[in-house]
């Protein structure tokens, strides 16, 4: 099941585990080499998300604000969810084909938790 985005914008809709609401987000799409790089680097915060595909870790060097990571496996569920301090390196995560990136805290709000499942809606396709 190959996943064709493109860097760029949409929303992130969240299937909350064990909940029948789902919660639509806006996302920012890194799928770049260069924009998965440089991620959330130098944000004082963050306007809904932001999905590195492929990755199965990050860090927050040079990262002003915690975030909150949610890891993905190939069909968009839910593994792992952390916060992260800046300045930290995260493990890598192997069932982990793409991470989801917010600001500390939100997550648990949007529901987004282990189990739950994700859909990526890419604006324009």
């Known amino acids: 099941?190959?996943?064709?985005?493109?860097?760029?914008?949409?929303?992130?809709?969240?299937?909350?585990?064990?909940?029948?609401?789902?919660?639509?987000?806006?996302?920012?799409i890194a799928t770049s080499y260069r924009a998965r790089t440089k991620g959330l680097l130098?944000?004082?915060?963050?306007?809904?998300?932001?999905?590195?595909s492929p990755a199965n870790s990050?860090?927050?060097?040079?990262?002003?604000?915690?975030?909150?990571?949610a890891y993905l496996d190939r069909g968009l569920n839910v593994v792992a969810v952390h916060t992260m301090k800046p300045w930290r390196?995260?493990?890598?995560?192997?069932r982990s084909r793409h991470v989801v990136e917010?600001?500390?805290?939100?997550?648990?709000?949007w529901g987004l938790r282990v189990g739950a499942r994700v859909e990526v809606m890419a604006d324009g396709g």
Do not use: N
């Open 42 to 52: 130098g944000r004082d915060s963050v306007d809904g998300a932001i999905l590195l």
């Open 102 to 109: 917010a600001e500390a805290g939100v997550m648990a709000g």
């Open 1 to 28: 099941m190959g996943r064709q985005w493109r860097d760029g914008r949409g929303k992130l809709v969240v299937h909350a585990a064990g909940e029948a609401g789902v919660c639509a987000v806006p996302l920012e």
């Open 89 to 94: 390196l995260g493990l890598p995560r192997f």
């Open 58 to 69: 990050v860090h927050t060097f040079r990262m002003r604000i915690p975030i909150d990571v």
